[in-house]
């Protein structure tokens, strides 16, 4: 190893992706552990870091190169010692120069004091937090007013951010580009308004309500007027993901659905609201739309007050099909509440989407309107790699059996599906079709039935869902 040039040892240990691999290369020699502690660039460490303050010092000075650190408490017992606290996290912002990207979870002993101390980071662009219960509103607004070059922010159950100036200020500086809201039950849609001009950067937008508390945050006036009147610029948006939302003409996020002309990837989760009407004008503005998940709410998860439930058909479907030309991936859901004759979605309309676009990806979750007839369709998809069926109890064996036929399928996943058995397999069993097969809760399907059916099988039967 002394002899070894030191480009190419440089070149072996950036080979080595696995941490576990890189601290076994490192206790090698002398040469490579010098050389893994100047490229090591980021870190995760957590629970088994004890004394936590001191040991990730100790880290830090090893690695000298750091860039990215997560740090991560999930499963933390107190007889596993104390978690890195405020100073720990002081030494962290002097020890760490080069600091670009910071995860802290579940990290209960960090409070405001401690977060402001990242406002020394002039490199940080990128703070994920995940229940960090101790910090509120204004110890992000230490870190946003500090860190000028943060364009990433991710917070997950937060339960105490409720003052918003943050928001106003990330809306001023223009730099953010990525924004995640999950769970944080003081935050709603309207609260969104504040981001101003910098709409007009943000390329992804994830905000998820815990379905709880969705009718909680009541708008007013003034916030619904502040929607309707001021511009929102959305050209730079690129992915956008709503969970539990409520979708109504004017308010909140229901204004953007309209406007991101360069949107490619949409996922809408049990959002309320959501009409055909919504789907249509994203589809119409939308042209570069690669991928749609669609996961639509039962009527009982339906307020109360609405006489006439809106529902999605296959009118959205075909706008999708006339206008969204590069669409490969769709995935289509009902929830559990869902029954067999109120399906939105008829076979027409799901056949017309995978016969006008390049669909390379297909999942179905309890879409009962999608039987062997659909599957017979499907031996026409010349595009269509992937195909996911959970709780599509309409498909039966003489439907499976039609896969052996799809022009370039390679991957094929089954859930929960009643009418299929081993048999359905069967002309797949030694034809090398597929690369992966994947069978999850069929009680009909054993996994002796797989044996020979892919060149990769997963098999998992817990069948406590019928019960």
Same mark, same amino acid.
């Given at each position: ?125 990128? $703070? #994920? @937090? &995940? ?5 509120? +509103?204004? /110890?992000?607004?230490? %870190?946003?007013?500090? =860190?000028? !070059? *943060? ?88 992915? $956008? #993901? @709503? &969970? ?5 003409? +004017?308010? /909140?996020?229901?204004? %953007?659905?309209?406007? =991101?002309? !360069? *949107? ?88 017309? $989407? ?114």
């Amino acid at each position: 190893m002394d002899n070894l040039p030191e480009q190419v040892a440089w070149d072996i240990l950036g080979r080595i992706k696995r941490t576990v691999d890189k601290n076994s290369v490192s206790l090698t020699c002398k040469r490579l552990h010098e050389l893994d502690n100047e490229q090591r660039k980021c870190i995760r460490v957590g629970c088994g870091l004890n004394p936590a303050n001191e040991g990730l010092v100790s880290l830090c000075n090893r690695f000298r190169n750091l860039e990215k650190v997560e740090i991560s408490y999930s499963g933390w017992m107190s007889k596993l010692g104390k978690q890195l606290d405020d100073n720990g996290l002081y030494n962290l912002s002097v020890s760490c120069p080069l600091l670009t990207d910071l995860t802290l979870s579940y990290c209960t002993f960090i409070t405001d004091a401690g977060l402001s101390h990242l406002a020394s980071c002039s490199h940080l662009s990128a $703070l #994920k @937090l &995940v229940f960090t219960p101790r910090i509120s +509103g204004f /110890g992000i607004l230490s %870190v946003v007013v500090g =860190c000028k !070059n *943060l364009n990433l922010l991710h917070l997950n159950r937060c339960l105490n951010i409720t003052s918003m100036e943050w928001l106003e200020y990330l809306g001023k500086l223009e730099t953010l580009e990525d924004l995640c809201i999950k769970n944080c039950r003081a935050i709603g849609e309207g609260d969104l308004i504040k981001l101003g001009p910098s709409w007009q950067k943000l390329k992804r937008l994830q905000f998820e309500v815990d379905a709880n508390y969705r009718y909680m945050k009541v708008y007013d006036r003034l916030a619904v007027d502040q929607w309707q009147t001021q511009w929102i610029p959305c050209d730079s948006m690129i992915e $956008l #993901k @709503l &969970v539990n939302g409520i979708i109504s003409p +004017g308010r /909140g996020l229901a204004c %953007v659905l309209g406007k =991101c002309s !360069n *949107l490619e990837k949409i996922h809408l989760d049990m959002c309320v609201g959501v009409k055909d009407s919504d789907i249509t004008g994203l589809a119409r503005n939308s042209s570069n739309l690669r991928s749609i998940s669609l996961r639509v709410p039962s009527d009982f998860s339906l307020p109360l007050l609405m006489n006439n439930p809106i529902r999605l058909t296959d009118e959205c479907l075909e706008a999708l099909a006339q206008n969204c030309s590069h669409l490969e991936s769709v995935r289509l859901s009902f929830s559990d509440g869902e029954f067999p004759s109120f399906s939105s979605f008829t076979l027409h309309g799901i056949l017309t $989407l995978v016969q006008n676009c390049p669909i390379r990806e297909l999942a179905l979750d309890h879409v009962y309107s999608f039987n062997d007839v659909g599957m017979e369709a499907l031996c026409s998809a010349e595009y269509l790699q992937m195909l996911e069926l959970s709780r599509c109890q309409e498909i039966t064996d003489e439907g499976l059996q039609l896969v052996a036929q799809f022009p370039k399928l390679c991957v094929l996943k089954l859930s929960k599906c009643l009418g299929v058995t081993n048999d359905g397999l069967k002309p797949l069993v030694g034809s090398h079709k597929l690369k992966l097969l994947a069978v999850d809760d069929c009680p009909q399907i054993s996994e002796r039935g797989l044996h020979g059916a892919a060149d990769s099988v997963t098999f998992k039967q817990d069948l406590s869902w019928m019960y």
